[in-house]
Nanobody
Framework: QVQLVESGGGLVQVGGSLRLSCAAS????????VGWFRQAPGKEREFVAT????????DYADSVKGRFTISIANAKNTVYLQMNSLKPEDTAVYYC??????????????WGQGTQVTVSS
């Protein structure tokens, strides 16, 4: 069992920054990858970034490369998503998830509740 709780969302102006946190608890999760996904109203859930807890290998969607950074703080059992140079199209509910390292929601077994990110133009 793994529990995930996102936080750090909010309202930010175009070009601004936010840092999202995903706090993990439960059984050991060093075997998992942790991914970030987002979903805007009327749109399908899309991949943002993922990281392997064991190796720190990372992967990013083309739309966020160079702007977003995913990282792990082992001592806090927390995964972060640092988001810089935010654009209106980044507006969405952001979810963290634990599972198999990959780009598809179906690869992830455990999901957080989501946190809203709104970027004003």
């Amino acid at each position: 069992q793994v529990q995930l709780v996102e936080s750090g969302g909010g309202l930010v102006q175009v070009g601004g920054s936010l840092r999202l946190s995903c706090a993990a608890s439960g059984r050991t999760f060093s075997r998992f990858a942790v991914g970030w996904f987002r979903q805007a109203p009327g749109k399908e859930r899309e991949f943002v970034a993922t990281i392997s807890w064991a190796t720190y290998n990372t992967d990013y969607a083309d739309s966020v490369k160079g702007r977003f950074t995913i990282s792990i703080a082992n001592a806090k059992n927390t995964v972060y998503l640092q988001m810089n140079s935010l654009k209106p199209e980044d507006t969405a509910v952001y979810y963290c998830a634990a599972g198999r390292y990959g780009r598809y929601p179906s690869q992830y077994e455990y999901w957080g509740q989501g946190t809203q990110v709104t970027v004003s133009s």
